[in-house]
């Protein structure tokens, strides 16, 4: 399978917990972006990385949110004192690095805060 | 308001049916326009991407960009069951974040 890879597929936590998710992009795409979906609602932008380079943040990244792409390969996203406001589905994206190119999308980390 | 403004569904058609999903936008800065089909509990996946004005057609599905109207629309022909899922426009003005709706439900019964 040569598309976008997430891991977990779910993770329950109890609040306070901390926890990382970790994104493969597909293996061409430079370009590596995270964002989070709530039941209803369409994919909220996070954060995006070129390379390992972060480029754009969302103010809905609060300070207990930390993305990491320390290769340029893969990616992490870490949220630490989970709330249950945190509880979605968190999706990454990859796509090429030439002009705009369209977002292909991995099947997301779905996080469950008890 | 939102920048990006999706008809909230949900739809429901017979087998056969031709099927229109519309998205409103705010932002004139916008200048590529995505269609992502997504089914429950996957992840969003890329149906049509077109840039700035005009209609783009791949088999069953035309997309319509409409920039002086700030709307665009997917037409889905000879709708099938197997096309029952939530549609989300998405749109974009850099190689940053795209913006979406929050989709459209989409039911054929056959």
């Known amino acids: 399978d040569t598309g976008v890879s997430q891991n977990p597929r779910h993770k329950i936590t109890k609040r306070g917990q901390n926890v990382t998710f970790r994104c493969d992009p597909i293996?061409?795409?430079?370009?590596l972006y995270w964002y989070r979906q709530t039941l209803g609602q369409g994919p909220e932008f996070l954060t995006y990385?070129?390379?390992?380079?972060?480029?754009?943040k969302s103010r809905l990244l609060s300070d207990r949110f930390s993305a990491e792409r320390p290769k340029g390969s893969f990616s992490t996203l870490e949220i630490q004192r989970t709330e249950q406001g945190d509880s979605a589905m968190y999706l990454c994206?990859?796509?090429?690095?030439?002009?705009?190119?369209?977002?292909?999308f991995g099947d997301g980390t779905r996080l469950s805060i008890l | 308001q939102k920048e990006v403004e999706q008809d909230p569904g949900p739809l429901s058609v017979p087998e056969g049916a031709i099927v229109s999903l519309n998205c409103t936008y705010s932002?004139?800065?916008?200048?590529?326009f995505m269609w992502y089909r997504q089914y429950s509990r996957k992840g969003p996946e890329l149906l049509m991407y077109?840039?700035?004005?005009g209609n783009k057609e791949d088999g069953r599905f035309t997309a319509q960009v409409d920039k002086s109207s700030k709307y665009i629309s997917l037409f889905i022909r000879d709708s099938q069951p197997s096309d029952s899922a939530t549609y989300l426009c998405?749109?974009?003005?850099?190689?940053?974040?795209?913006?979406f709706g929050d989709g459209t439900t989409l039911t054929v019964k056959p």
């Open positions: 990385f070129q390379n390992e380079a972060q480029l754009e």
């Open positions: 932002n004139s800065a916008f200048q590529y």
């Open positions: 077109t840039y700035s004005s």
């Open positions: 998405a749109m974009s003005f850099n190689a940053g974040k795209s913006t």
């Open positions: 293996s061409e795409h430079n370009r």
């Open positions: 994206a990859s796509s090429l690095d030439i002009g705009v190119q369209p977002q292909h």
